[in-house]
T-cell receptor, first 112, second 112 residues
Framework: NAGVTQTPKFRVLKTGQSMTLLCAQD?????MYWYRQDPGMGLRLIHY???????AKGEVPDGYNVSRLKKQNFLLGLESAAPSQTSVYFC???????????FGPGTRLTVL | AQTVTQSQPEMSVQEAETVTLSCTYD???????LFWYKQPPSRQMILVIR????KQQNATENRFSVNFQKAAKSFSLKISDSQLGDTAMYFC?????????WGAGTKLIIKP
């Protein structure tokens, strides 16, 4: 039981490049989330999904897209990376019982 | 709008002492949960303790306990017999409708 995994753990991009972050969970959770965490700050919600095939915008969605084609996977895409997107990205998942969220280890992204 | 406020950006105590981290929140929801998450230098987000708003009894988990004052919308975390491994960022979060609203965090340093 791996919980929530994220790929890759680190990535460096040049401005304008694109990339996709992959999140996978093996807990059969309905809900999945993408957050970003900037230095000295809490988590800010980028996008989330309440089930397979559904996505919704969070607090800071601009510059990102997501897809949830399979229940266990939630992809975060950056079409044209900008230095302002340098951050640590966390994926989380949650079940129907309560609002607890389980987190992946994070991806540190640097955009030069 | 729902908000979570952590008024202590940083705290430090000696090992074995007791420390209390403050959190206040605002919500108009009747059903909600409150959480304390820990983020050590490894960056992994770890659930410390959870409180259901409809339960009057304060949650406890070994050395960790909360003081939940629903009318005052206060949710403080007490760490007893603090250990070096408790050094981390601590985030308070309000959960409702399957989303978490995060505080900015308190950096806790346990000194040997």
């Amino acid at each position: 039981n791996a919980g929530v995994t994220q790929t890759p753990k680190f990535r460096v991009l040049k401005t304008g490049q694109s990339m996709t972050l992959l999140c996978a969970q093996d807990m059969n959770h309905e809900y999945m989330y993408w957050y970003r965490q900037d230095p000295g700050m809490g988590l800010r919600l980028i996008h989330y999904s309440v089930g397979e095939g559904t996505t919704a915008k969070g607090e800071v969605p601009d510059g990102y897209n997501v897809s949830r084609l399979k229940k266990q996977n939630f992809l975060l895409g950056l079409e044209s990376a900008a230095p302002s997107q340098t951050s640590v990205y966390f994926c989380a998942s949650g079940g129907l019982a309560d609002n607890e969220q389980f987190f992946g280890p994070g991806t540190r992204l640097t955009v030069l | 709008a729902q908000t979570v406020t952590q008024s202590q950006p940083e705290m430090s105590v000696q090992e074995a002492e007791t420390v209390t981290l403050s959190c206040t929140y605002d919500t108009s929801e009747n059903n909600y949960y409150l959480f304390w998450y820990k983020q050590p230098p490894s960056r992994q987000m770890i659930l410390v303790i959870r409180q259901e708003a409809y339960k009057q009894q304060n949650a406890t988990e070994n050395r960790f306990s909360v003081n939940f004052q629903k009318a005052a919308k206060s949710f403080s975390l007490k760490i007893s017999d603090s250990q070096l491994g408790d050094t981390a960022m601590y985030f308070c979060a309000l959960g409702s409708n399957y989303q978490l609203i995060w505080g900015a965090g308190t950096k806790l340093i346990i000194k040997p």
